[in-house]
């Protein structure tokens, strides 16, 4: 990792491994300005960012008529979201069966893990892109000249479920449910990700396809679920610094929740667009392989985290992608009807990810780079 001005004195051999955490910069005593190499200049091409707009509202799907609707009610959902992705490639996901004391008890056992000494998380940092347990600060630290106001975790938690063994326990933590008792974080996982293979039923379906189409072809059941907890401490002057710069998500459909904290910023005709969930929703957004599986039909969405001057925001992300060998396609089913042309090279996921990593591009650089 490139060295992160220090806060104190490490030896020069320890320089240029040390990740010094956004927290700890945030904490120190007397910090009145964003240090030099946490701060963006403002430019005039900077998009304006507006209030979401009642007469053009968020689409807001109803999860449980999906799964307990009647077969008019589904119908209706599913042509709903075909609506939402193709004209937002967001919505908001209500009634979606996560209990919210699951959720909460999650982002409460993340603070945690973000408490933990800077040394402590160290010991998770991670080598490499497929490690399945990376923490650190900004995106990229290898590449940026400026960083982000953000720590991080990320895990694999399928096929392969694994989760940090700090703070004591947290790997552990039971959560009743019903009558049963289960582990906490393992508990989270596996219910976003019911929800995720559910929605991608009815998005098959909306693309006019069978409803386990997506699930078959991107080989689900080996399929790569990341979990990424995102830490953005409060910040002397957000409109210097920023959480997550303009992205579009890797996998095929991103679920994010938070700690009830303003922050999730989306791009929609143009504009910056402020998004405020419900309580007990997901914001859910395309992603890249759902944009190349649906010939462009459904667009990942450009989106970013700003940060605030009071509070800390924790955000929690499930990324739902296709198995890491998986090459990736539009649906033949989408192309060969002798009107629409490929619009994308196929690329396996692991290859995906891997460009990412490397080469840090902005916006949707990573998918443009195989569009045809
Ligand atoms: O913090 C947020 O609300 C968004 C996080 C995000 O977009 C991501 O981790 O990919
Ligand atoms: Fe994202």
Same mark, same amino acid.
């Given at each position: 990792?490139?060295?992160?001005?220090?806060?104190s004195?490490?030896?020069?051999?320890?320089?240029?491994?040390m990740?010094?955490?956004?927290?700890?910069?945030?904490?120190?005593?007397g910090?009145?300005?964003?240090?030099?190499?946490y701060?963006?200049?403002?430019?005039?091409n900077?998009?304006?960012?507006? +209030?979401?707009?009642?007469?053009?509202? =968020?689409?807001? #799907?109803d999860?449980s008529l999906?799964?307990s609707g009647?077969?008019?009610?589904?119908?209706?959902v599913?042509?709903?979201l &075909?609506?939402?992705?193709?004209?937002?490639?967001?919505f908001?996901?209500?009634n979606?069966?996560?209990?919210?004391?699951?959720?909460?008890a999650?982002?409460? &056992?993340?603070?945690?893990f973000?408490?933990?000494?800077?040394?402590e998380?160290?010991?998770?940092?991670?080598?490499?892109f497929? +490690?399945?347990?990376?923490?650190?600060?900004?995106?990229?630290t290898?590449?940026?000249?400026v960083?982000?106001?953000r720590?991080?975790?990320?895990?694999?938690?399928h096929?392969?479920?694994?989760?940090?063994?700090?703070p004591?326990?947290f790997?552990?933590?039971?959560?009743?449910?019903?009558?049963?008792?289960?582990?906490?974080?393992?508990?989270?996982?596996?219910?976003?990700?019911?929800?995720?293979w559910?929605?991608?039923?009815? #998005?098959?379906?909306?693309?006019?396809?069978?409803?386990?189409? =997506?699930?078959?072809?991107?080989?689900?059941?080996?399929?790569?679920?990341?979990?990424?907890a995102?830490f953005?401490?409060?910040c002397?002057?957000?409109?210097?610094?920023?959480?997550?710069p303009?992205h579009?998500?890797?996998?095929?459909?991103?679920l994010?929740?938070?700690?009830?904290?303003?922050?999730?910023?989306?791009?929609h005709? &143009?504009?910056w667009?402020?998004?405020?969930?419900?309580p007990?929703?997901?914001?859910?957004?395309?992603? +890249?392989?759902?944009?190349?599986?649906?010939?462009?039909r459904?667009?990942s #969405?450009?989106?970013?985290?700003?940060?605030?001057?009071?509070?800390t925001?924790i955000?929690?992300?499930?990324?739902?992608?296709?198995?890491l060998?998986?090459?990736?396609?539009?649906a033949?089913?989408?192309?060969?009807?002798?009107?629409?042309?490929?619009?994308?090279?196929g690329?396996?996921?692991?290859e995906?990810?891997?460009?990412r990593?490397?080469?840090?591009?902005?916006?949707? &650089?990573?998918?443009?780079?195989?569009?045809?």
């Amino acid at each position: 990792m490139a060295a992160i001005p220090q806060l104190s004195q490490p030896s020069p051999t320890q320089i240029s491994k040390m990740t010094t955490y956004i927290k700890k910069v945030a904490e120190s005593p007397g910090l009145t300005s964003v240090p030099s190499s946490y701060a963006f200049t403002p430019s005039p091409n900077d998009q304006a960012v507006s +209030d979401e707009d009642p007469e053009d509202s =968020i689409p807001i #799907i109803d999860f449980s008529l999906l799964t307990s609707g009647t077969p008019d009610q589904r119908s209706q959902v599913i042509q709903g979201l &075909g609506q939402a992705c193709k004209d937002w490639g967001f919505f908001k996901l209500i009634n979606h069966g996560v209990p919210e004391s699951l959720t909460e008890a999650m982002i409460e &056992g993340i603070r945690e893990f973000f408490n933990l000494t800077d040394e402590e998380k160290r010991e998770f940092e991670g080598k490499n892109f497929l +490690d399945p347990i990376t923490c650190g600060t900004s995106v990229n630290t290898s590449m940026e000249k400026v960083f982000y106001w953000r720590d991080y975790l990320k895990v694999f938690v399928h096929p392969e479920f694994h989760f940090p063994n700090k703070p004591a326990g947290f790997r552990f933590v039971r959560w009743l449910c019903c009558n049963c008792c289960s582990e906490l974080s393992l508990e989270y996982c596996k219910r976003a990700r019911g929800v995720a293979w559910e929605l991608l039923k009815a #998005i098959s379906e909306s693309l006019g396809l069978e409803p386990f189409y =997506i699930e078959k072809v991107m080989n689900l059941d080996k399929g790569l679920q990341m979990f990424y907890a995102n830490f953005y401490p409060p910040c002397p002057q957000p409109e210097l610094a920023m959480g997550l710069p303009p992205h579009s998500d890797h996998g095929i459909l991103s679920l994010v929740t938070h700690n009830g904290i303003g922050g999730f910023q989306l791009q929609h005709n &143009g504009m910056w667009v402020n998004v405020n969930a419900i309580p007990n929703s997901f914001l859910v957004n395309v992603a +890249d392989q759902l944009e190349i599986l649906s010939n462009g039909r459904y667009k990942s #969405i450009l989106h970013q985290a700003v940060v605030n001057k009071k509070v800390t925001r924790i955000s929690l992300v499930m990324t739902n992608g296709p198995s890491l060998n998986k090459i990736v396609n539009p649906a033949p089913e989408l192309v060969n009807n002798g009107i629409d042309q490929p619009a994308y090279h196929g690329i396996t996921y692991k290859e995906y990810l891997q460009h990412r990593q490397s080469n840090s591009l902005p916006g949707k &650089g990573n998918l443009d780079r195989i569009r045809i």
